[in-house]
């Protein structure tokens, strides 16, 4: 769920208004999809919401992610600006679809 951005001139209050209901509503728009990359070690998510000190929180939305998740072999190796990157293992099994949200 995305939420609403007043634009830093914005004066109208219904609309500054509307923005806080629904940040309180816990709408955000630092959510995102990400599914590993097949074949690799490692994916790289790029959305401009992160910055170094960003915590990704990732969860499981495949069969497929859940077991990668179990395998524990999955980690977030880097945080940066506009980007993060997840560690994984070497596998040819697509479908490991994770849903993530970033925070702080």
Same mark, same amino acid.
């Given at each position: 769920?995305? %939420?609403?951005? /007043?634009?830093?001139?914005?004066? *109208?209050?219904?609309?500054?208004?509307? %923005?806080?209901?629904?940040?309180?509503?816990?709408?955000?728009?630092? #959510?995102? =999809?990400?599914?590993?990359? =097949?074949?690799?070690?490692?994916? #790289?998510?790029? *959305? /401009?919401?992160?910055?170094?000190?960003?915590? /990704?929180?990732?969860?499981? @939305?495949?069969?497929?992610? @859940?077991?990668?998740?179990?395998?524990?072999?999955?980690?977030?190796?880097?945080?940066?600006?506009?980007?993060? =990157?997840?560690?994984? +293992?070497?596998? @040819? =099994? +697509?479908?490991?679809?994770?849903?993530?949200?970033?925070?702080?």
């Amino acid at each position: 769920m995305t %939420a609403f951005v /007043p634009g830093m001139a914005e004066t *109208d209050l219904k609309k500054i208004i509307l %923005a806080l209901q629904q940040l309180a509503a816990g709408r955000s728009n630092a #959510t995102g =999809t990400v599914t590993l990359a =097949t074949g690799a070690a490692t994916t #790289t998510v790029a *959305d /401009p919401n992160c910055a170094a000190g960003t915590v /990704p929180l990732l969860v499981p @939305a495949s069969a497929n992610a @859940a077991t990668e998740v179990g395998n524990g072999t999955m980690y977030v190796s880097s945080v940066a600006n506009g980007a993060f =990157t997840i560690s994984h +293992a070497n596998s @040819a =099994t +697509a479908g490991r679809l994770f849903l993530y949200a970033l925070q702080g």
